[in-house]
Nanobody, 115 residues
Framework: QVHLVESGGGLVQPGGSLRLSCTAS????????MGWFRQAPGKQRELVATITGGGRPYYADSVKGRFTISRDNAQNMMYLQMNNLKPEDTAVYYCNVNLDLLVFWGQGTQVTVAS
């Protein structure tokens, strides 16, 4: 079955950086858009960034210029490089893949930005 696993979360000071990874398995992911979402306590889940199978990225306005999404189709990996982190970035980050009307999610990884 399709399985996504996030890693790389942790505690970082404001202004610091983290790199999240998403490892995908169970099918061929190269044709499909993948993305990162996040959900903070008491807030609705929100889109962070997406990347098409061909590598075209999209970013939410809140992270534009600070985050970079990328993927390595040969290794079934997706990444989110997060720079200049702010306390408002604190959330559980989830990766997903959209297989034409069928969406799969990872279990999430916690990112905490605090001094």
């Amino acid at each position: 079955q399709v399985h996504l696993v996030e890693s790389g979360g942790g505690l970082v000071q404001p202004g610091g950086s983290l790199r999240l990874s998403c490892t995908a398995s169970g099918t061929t992911f190269s044709p499909y858009t993948m993305g990162w979402f996040r959900q903070a306590p008491g807030k609705q889940r929100e889109l962070v960034a997406t990347i098409t199978g061909g590598g075209r990225p999209y970013y939410a306005d809140s992270v534009k210029g600070r985050f970079t999404i990328s993927r390595d189709n040969a290794q079934n990996m997706m990444y989110l490089q997060m720079n200049n982190l702010k306390p408002e970035d604190t959330a559980v980050y989830y990766c997903n893949v959209n297989l034409d009307l069928l969406v799969f999610w990872g279990q999430g990884t916690q990112v905490t930005v605090a001094s």
